[in-house]
Nanobody
């Protein structure tokens, strides 16, 4: 069974940090472009960051550039999102996505809440 499972979310104060993890099972992420998306209440899901299969190319939403870093460990079948200098507007459910040609898998999401 193909699965992506996110973890690492939680409640953090503004200016704090969190590291999200997304572990794949039932398939190898090695050949997939991996991405993080987020969806805040009453807003559309938006792309946050993406990383190529080899990890050589990364892309970020303007709103997170310089604060978030996406990385991957293909041996551990895991992709990460390091989030620093968190702001209240980063509050959302964060989702992991794997994409390769016509195949696309999503995780169930992990809640990130930035609040004092």
């Amino acid at each position: 069974q193909v699965q992506l499972v996110e973890s690492g979310g939680g409640l953090v104060q503004p200016g704090g940090s969190l590291r999200l993890s997304c572990v794949g099972s039932g398939f190898t992420i090695r050949d997939y472009t991996m991405s993080w998306y987020r969806q805040a209440p009453e807003k559309e899901r938006e792309s946050v960051a993406a990383i190529s299969s080899a990890g050589s190319i990364t892309n970020y939403a303007d709103s997170v550039k310089g604060r978030f870093t996406i990385s991957r460990d293909n041996v551990k079948n895991t992709v990460y999102l390091q989030m620093n200098s968190l702001k209240p507007e980063d509050t959302a459910v964060y989702y992991c996505k794997a994409r390769r040609r016509a195949s696309e898998f999503w995780g169930q999401g992990t809640q990130v809440t930035v609040s004092s």
